[in-house]
């Protein structure tokens, strides 16, 4: 990452995992910590080890962001980010992370799903008994507005009535069953998907 200001830019080198834009600022998720940048000028918002991502809470002002030992949230203010603490006891690594109202859902490609609800602080995690084609390769996205998985069988959905996770009727014709990797809705409404590598 460089920025017009030399010393940003030297704090702001090594890897970095994901950068979205948040009103008139970056929000860089990096190996070092969430930093934030603003007018050229970068702050370390949180120095725990790899941020991956980070996701609005519905319609509040909190954000999810998924690191290398769980989810963390913030608020967010006009200008900055306030540090609100950890989901307790949940320490898997959260690269793919999506909200739902309350509900956020963390998938890890070795294991497994789990879904935090953020109203009773309980972990639940999905296998293969609750739906899933398989308990590996696993992957959690929002297409549409709704929480899906891509599987080595093809997408999958939440049944909530069940509290089961089964094939989605709705991309069974398009993708029928084979393994995806990667889901991604762009401005468009268009879906790009990863097939295997």
Do not use: C
């Not at 991502?53 to 203010?77: E, P, R």
């Not at 109202?101 to 294991?111: A, D, K």
């Not at 996770?165 to 468009?188: C, H, M, N």
């Amino acid at each position: 990452i460089t920025t017009a200001n030399h010393r940003t830019s030297a704090a702001l080198s090594g890897q970095t995992w994901n950068i979205i834009t948040r009103n008139k600022s970056l929000l860089v998720g990096k190996d070092d910590g969430f930093w934030q940048i603003t007018n050229h000028k970068g702050s370390l918002v949180a120095d725990n080890s790899g941020y991956w991502n980070f996701k609005l809470i519905g319609k509040s002002d909190t954000v999810a962001a998924g690191y290398y030992t769980g989810v963390q949230f913030f608020k967010a203010n006009v200008r900055d980010f306030t540090n609100i603490g950890a989901f307790p006891n949940f320490v898997e690594s959260s690269r793919y992370l999506e909200t739902d109202g309350h509900l956020i859902w963390v998938s890890h490609p070795y294991r497994g799903v789990f879904q935090l609800n953020t109203k009773t602080q309980e972990v639940k995690k999905f296998t293969s008994h609750e739906g899933l084609p398989s308990d590996l390769d696993n992957h959690v996205f929002k297409i549409k507005d709704k929480i899906v998985f891509a599987t080595i069988r093809g997408v999958y959905e939440y049944d909530a009535t069940r509290d089961k996770i089964v094939a989605s009727p709705r991309y069974l014709s398009v993708f029928g069953t084979i393994p995806l990797r990667y889901l991604k809705e762009d401005q468009l409404g268009n879906i790009w998907f990863v097939q295997e590598k």
